[in-house]
């Protein structure tokens, strides 16, 4: 075959060829604008879990800050707490003890009374 002469199915394989080329290259161009879409997608939700990130932070710090307000607070009731239960136990025995007491000098009025 010279160079000459004219073969169809050469020039039809090359058609083919240059197709399957122009195929390529759109499909490789829509795989690049999907994936441009799907980073653009995934940058806006790692932007909202930095906002998110963020606040809650603020948050924590609020709170802890709150925390060690209430701190002396809790620490003040815990106190009272214990010197009530203090004050409770004094007055539960100094009850006891006048309770004996007056258990006591009934028993002896009534003794005196009716004269056991």
């Not at 653009?40 to 998110?52: G, K, W």
């Not at 009731?77 to 007055?91: D, H």
């Amino acid at each position: 075959m010279t160079p000459t002469e004219f073969d169809p199915r050469l020039h039809q394989q090359m058609g083919e060829v240059l197709a399957e080329v122009r195929n390529l290259r759109d499909a490789f161009r829509d795989s690049e604008i999907k994936s441009d879409r799907s980073r653009a997608s995934m940058h806006q939700r790692m932007d909202l879990l930095v906002d998110r990130v963020g606040k809650v932070e603020g948050s924590v710090a609020a709170v802890q800050e709150d925390i060690s307000e209430m701190r002396p607070v809790t620490d003040d009731v815990k106190r009272w707490k214990l010197m009530g239960l203090g004050a409770l136990g004094v007055i539960g025995v100094g009850g006891m003890a006048m309770g004996v007491t007056f258990a006591d000098a009934i028993r002896r009025v009534a003794m005196v009374i009716f004269g056991r």
